[in-house]
């Protein structure tokens, strides 16, 4: 089975940065997505960026875009999501999701994730 863990996360002045860590196993095909998001008490999940295992990123977030960025290891188990310039409104629990098999990350996440991670608490003060 698919097994998400995320780290990372933690309390963060505003202007700092955080670099969350996703390791991914359990996946019996070669083609799968990972991908980060957010969630903030009653609030929908919010799509942040995703990887393939093709090593193609897509981008859900245009509004953070510029101060978050995925990226992944070599062996592409390992996904980051480097978060710079953050303020109290970045607060939220942050999940990596996965979907496998698919060669590519859709526009459809993160309502059709197959496998979640427990999240990280990312909590910035002013």
């Known amino acids: 089975e698919v097994q998400l863990v995320e780290s990372g996360g933690g309390l963060v002045q505003a202007g700092g940065s955080l670099r969350l860590s996703c390791v991914a196993s359990?996946?019996?095909?070669?083609?799968?997505?990972i991908g980060w998001f957010r969630q903030v008490p009653g609030k929908e999940r919010e799509g942040i960026s995703c990887?393939?295992?093709?090593?193609?990123?897509?981008i859900y977030s245009t509004s953070l875009k510029n101060r978050f960025t995925i990226s992944t290891d070599n062996t592409m188990k390992i996904v980051y999501l480097q978060m710079n310039s953050l303020n109290p409104e970045d607060k939220a629990t942050y999940y990596c999701?996965?979907?496998?098999?698919?060669?590519?990350?859709?526009?459809?996440?993160?309502?059709?994730?197959?496998?979640w991670g427990k999240g990280t608490l990312v909590t910035v003060s002013s």
């Open positions: 999701g996965a979907d496998s098999p698919i060669a590519y990350c859709t526009a459809a996440y993160p309502p059709v994730m197959d496998y």
């Open positions: 359990g996946f019996t095909s070669d083609d799968y997505a």
């Open positions: 990887i393939s295992s093709r090593n193609v990123t897509t």
